[in-house]
């Protein structure tokens, strides 16, 4: 896990307040993941994104949450409106450009929780 | 499978004892198969992976098993130890032309018993 920083680790939130998560890839690592885990789940994807660019988003809810990986700066999962629901353990992992199975590295988290 | 809701297996190992965990995965193009440890309010920690070409993989106290047949992976730790507690998942990753997008299974808890 070294390397892969996310802040905050925990949040608190009330409903219908923005969350916004972030995530520093490892140095020379183009390509960020986010996912989500609920308790006592395993992780399911939401999004992947290389600098500027969404990639893939298929994981991501329709509404009230977006992502982003500016060319400079951290990558940002942000969640307008929380509800309950979306309290959760939101991590990031990064990879270089070009990888095998063993490349892609998980950040400690961030735990939203939503009163 | 992912399990949705549920509350996580458990298996109780003896300290010392080997440990075998099972996992089932749903792809069969999965391109690797990648085993994590996950402690408690820590991110998942990358252990051992096999590539879909091989069916078994050895690593430190560590081997992973594939069967590609009936779509089945397995870890073995030998001689676990009680640092070896926490959940672990199995993960599918499709390849580069994917996206790499892990899928991840319902994860398996150890408890190591001193």
């Known amino acids: 896990n070294a390397g892969v920083m996310q802040n905050p680790r925990h949040l608190v939130r009330r409903r219908g307040q923005e969350a916004r998560l972030r995530c520093s890839p490892m140095?020379?690592?183009?390509?960020v993941y986010w996912y989500r885990q609920l308790p006592e789940e395993g992780l399911k994807f939401m999004v992947y994104?290389?600098?500027?660019?969404?990639?893939?988003e298929s994981g991501m809810p329709k509404e009230r949450f977006s992502a982003e990986f500016p060319k400079e700066g951290p990558s940002i999962l942000r969640i307008q409106q929380v509800v309950r629901g979306d309290s959760a353990a939101y991590f990031c992992?990064?990879?270089?450009?070009?990888?095998?199975?063993?490349?892609?590295?998980f950040g400690e988290g961030s735990w939203l929780t939503v009163v | 499978g992912e399990s949705v809701g549920l509350h996580l297996p458990t298996l109780s190992v003896q300290e010392g004892d080997n440990s075998i965990i099972n996992c089932a995965y749903s792809?069969?193009?999965?391109?690797?198969f990648i085993w994590y440890k996950q402690e408690s309010g820590k991110g998942p920690q990358f252990i051992i992976d096999?590539?879909?070409?091989?069916d078994k993989r050895q690593g430190q106290r560590v081997t992973v098993l594939l069967n590609k047949t009936v779509k089945h992976l397995s870890l073995q730790i030998a001689a676990t130890q009680p640092g070896d507690s926490a959940v672990y998942f199995c993960?599918?990753?499709?390849?580069?032309?994917?996206?790499?997008?892990?899928?991840f299974g319902g994860g398996t808890r150890v408890l190591v018993k001193p």
């Open positions: 792809n069969s193009a999965s391109d690797y």
């Open positions: 993960a599918e990753n499709p390849g580069q032309a994917a996206g790499n997008k892990l899928t």
């Open positions: 140095k020379g690592h183009s390509h």
């Open positions: 994104l290389q600098k500027e660019n969404i990639i893939d």
């Open positions: 096999i590539r879909s070409n091989m």
């Open positions: 992992a990064s990879s270089p450009a070009k990888i095998s199975g063993n490349t892609i590295y």
